[in-house]
């Protein structure tokens, strides 16, 4: 019997439902329930009502959300070492500390934050809907963390003032794209459209004819009558989007461009999890109380 075979299997067996992230390997994309952008898996975790076990085949802050906004479901996490090091920028020392220089400031956090961070803001965003979710708060200023780079991108769009918190967080995987790759690129591909995601720098997002998380950038690829896309985001969005789209060509905006945290999940430990039932992601009850507030008020503006 395969691998796949296996896991079919097992989550049959033990009513398992497959969450996996847009980074994700191809052939952990292939078997899973539902592919999707932070959002949109944080959605499918918090109304799961069949299975009993949730495998989030993503990074650490991801599923501790699926485990807050679901704490009925045991929540796995294929491989205990996929954390996303943008994660660990922000500290709750931190948070407090911007907290006693402005104290009237709402706090807006990226749901890229440990579950520790998330229970000191006042409401989450995803890169989906940060526009929204400031746009949608009555301050003209806003502490917001820890990409600084969203941070920009969201205060070009709403004319608040950011202020990121700490002032230097930042995604070791969309740094590594570079404006001079993406003109090489367009002279090789002129009728190329060119999408980023907003964590890359601002010299990326001023090259790009559309920046957007990896939900929108599906969405802009198949509702384009482009046919030739050039894409600044981590590569496993690749495959989701020549699947979706088997017509159009899709180019990494830098081939190296891989995310190694989201990585460390394989199709042989994503079984081994099912199997044996582990990483279970627990967050401790008062943490997961105040974090689940500012997750529930983000779902309350966005919808
Ligand atoms: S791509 Fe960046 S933000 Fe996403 S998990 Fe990897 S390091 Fe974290």
Same mark, same amino acid.
């Given at each position: 019997? =395969? ?17 996996? $992230? ?6 952990? +994309?292939?078997?899973?329930d539902y ?6 898996? =944080? ?5 799961? +009502? ?18 807050i &906004? ?7 996490l ?28 709402? #706090? ?7 579950? =520790? ?11 989906a809907?940060?526009?929204? #979710? ?6 003209? @200023? ?7 780079n &969203? ?11 950011? !202020?990121?918190?700490p ?5 070791p @995987? $969309?740094?590594?794209? +570079?404006?001079?790759?993406? +003109? #090489? ?11 980023v995601h ?17 939900s ?10 482009a ?5 600044g985001?981590?590569?496993? &969005?690749? $495959? ?5 789209n088997?017509?159009?060509?899709? !180019?990494?905006?830098y ?18 999890a099912?199997k ?25 503006? @966005?919808?």
């Amino acid at each position: 019997m =395969s691998l796949t075979d296996k896991i079919a299997k097992l989550k049959k067996e033990k009513r398992a439902v497959i969450l996996a $992230h847009n980074y994700q390997r191809p052939e952990i +994309q292939d078997i899973a329930d539902y592919v999707g952008d932070s959002i949109e898996l =944080s959605r499918k975790a918090m109304n799961e +009502q069949e299975a009993e076990i949730i495998v989030f085949s993503a990074v650490d802050f991801m599923a501790e959300s699926a485990a807050i &906004l679901n704490p009925s479901k045991k929540v796995l996490l294929p491989s205990l070492g996929a954390r996303c090091p943008m994660a660990q920028m922000l500290t709750v020392d931190e948070i407090k500390r911007w907290k006693v220089l402005y104290p009237l400031l709402p #706090v807006v956090l990226y749901v890229n934050t440990l579950a =520790s961070a998330k229970a000191y803001c006042d409401i989450c965003c995803t890169s989906a809907n940060a526009v929204e #979710v400031i746009e949608s708060l009555n301050a003209e @200023t806003v502490l917001f963390g820890p990409d600084r780079n &969203l941070a920009e991108y969201v205060e070009k769009k709403t004319g608040k003032k950011i !202020i990121p918190i700490p002032e230097w967080g930042f995604c070791p @995987t $969309h740094l590594l794209f +570079q404006p001079e790759d993406v +003109q #090489v690129l367009k002279m090789q591909y002129p009728d190329a459209v060119v999408m980023v995601h907003p964590e890359c720098s601002l010299g990326m997002r001023d090259a790009a004819d559309f920046v957007g998380s990896t939900s929108q950038m599906c969405r802009y690829a198949r509702e384009s009558p482009a046919k030739r896309f050039i894409v600044g985001t981590e590569e496993g &969005l690749l $495959h989701r989007l020549k699947k979706d789209n088997p017509k159009k060509e899709f !180019i990494p905006a830098y081939e190296a461009a891989v995310c190694p945290n989201m990585k460390l999940n394989t199709l042989e430990k994503l079984y081994v999890a099912l199997k044996e039932e582990k990483y279970a992601v627990t967050v401790p009850d008062a943490i997961a109380r105040q974090a689940r507030k500012a997750l529930e008020k983000m779902f309350e503006i @966005t919808g």
